[in-house]
C-alpha cells in the first residue's frame, strides 16, 4: 500500500509504502512506487516528493532507482514527559496573539 496525495496543481507527494512480509523480496514495493508515480504524471503532476525514513534501506533504494534523489534528512526526537506537564502548557487565547507574533518575528 502507499499514500499519494495531490498538494498542489502539479505536485504530488508520495509515502507510507508498505508491503506484508510475505510479499517482500517479490518486486511489490516497486510495482506500487511506479504506479503511483504513473497516476500522478497522468493527472499532470511534474513534481513528486517522496518520504521515507532514511533507515528503511529497501525503501531507500526503491527510490534511487526511479529516480528520486535525497534532498534532506530528519532526525526523529521523543522525550519523556512531565508527570504534571500542565503548568508547562498554556492554553492560547485572542489577547495572545500579539505577543505570539512578536515572538514568531523575533526568531
Known sequence: MAHLTVLAPGEAWFEGLRVAPEYR??????A???????VATESGTVV??????????????IGFRLGFQQVASFLLCRA???E????????????????????IEGN
Not at 25 to 30: D, F, I
Not at 48 to 61: E, I
Open 32 to 38: 506500487v512506487a511506479q504506479h503511483c508515480i504513473r
Open 84 to 103: 504534571d506537564s500542565s503548568q508547562l502548557l498554556t492554553a492560547l487565547e485572542p489577547k495572545h496573539l500579539e505577543d505570539l507574533l512578536a515572538f
Open 25 to 30: 523480496n517479490r518486486g511489490v514495493a516497486e
Open 80 to 82: 519523556d514527559s512531565e
Open 48 to 61: 513528486v516528493r517522496f518520504m521515507t525514513l532514511a533507515s528503511n534501506m529497501a525503501a531507500c533504494q
